[in-house]
């Protein structure tokens, strides 16, 4: 059987690997990290319609991976954290032994309108918000946000590392310590 | 054959190209809203604020605060004033800085203050 031609719709340019964008956000991640960038997820008593959002981003439709982002389920292998829910209280030793496993430099993304403070208001069994616990280093905005909103904030948050990485000594040191 | 299948390998390519170029599904998406400092008075802005079911308005005085972060996009106050709130239509709100989620819309309708 012959399979279609993998060219573009609408006379764009054919193959997601000539989307120039793309390629040259994967490079710069690559660029500053030496390797691709990971993330792991943490849920902190969201409703999992963020979570869904966020499978979302490995479908073939939003191909994270194309950008060279990648989901690792160990908190060590991982440099940014993507956080939802109201961050429960029952979660704040868990949220932080997470945090302080992830090697630096390392960035919290607050993901949806509970870790941002709305939906649930501080009580006795959830802080509200996830800046209670943990650094929200990037917000996202959004109930659930969408794979594209997710898409943008995590270039936000490359942009974010990118400034981190340059804070570092040993790469303003040439890699020495 | 589910039909997204078959569309999928006429078409060859079913990756979207955002962020190169904007994403055709953007436009369906549910979006915080706009308000039109014009059309609103404090007895609008507080039956806003009461609509809201996720905290996301506040009235100070002949300010009304709107916290997008905390916004469901839920278009309740759309339907209580359709004549004062709008969707934006953006969604790429992502920030470092809580406080660029936070907008003071000042109440400029007639009898506001």
Redesign the interface.
Known sequence: MK???????EG?P???ST????EE?RRSVARQFGRSLHIRTLDTGSCAACEQEIRLLAA????LH?LGFFFTPAPRHADLLMVTGPMIRAFDIAARKTYEAMPGPKLVVATG?CA????Y?PDAFTHGTV?ETLP????????PP?P??L???L???VD?LAAKVQDLSFIQNGGAR | MPLWFVR??????????????P?S??AD?PT?PVFRPEALTRDLADRLCMTC????LIRTGDVLIF????????GRCREVAPEAVTASGE??????D?AH?VKRIPLLGEGAS
Do not use: K, M
């Open positions: 399979l279609p031609d993998t060219g573009g719709t764009s054919p193959g997601p989307d120039e964008t793309a956000l073939p439709h939003y191909d194309r309108a941002l403070g709305g939906v208001q800046g929200g280093d990037v917000l996202i905005p959004g109930c969408s594209l909103a898409l943008q904030g270039l936000v948050a974010r | 999928g390998l006429r078409r060859g390519v079913v990756t979207t190209r955002y962020p190169g170029r994403d599904s953007a998406l915080p079911p996720s905290w996301a916290d997008a972060g905390a916004c469901t996009a839920c969604f790429e709100l992502a920030t470092t809580p989620l």
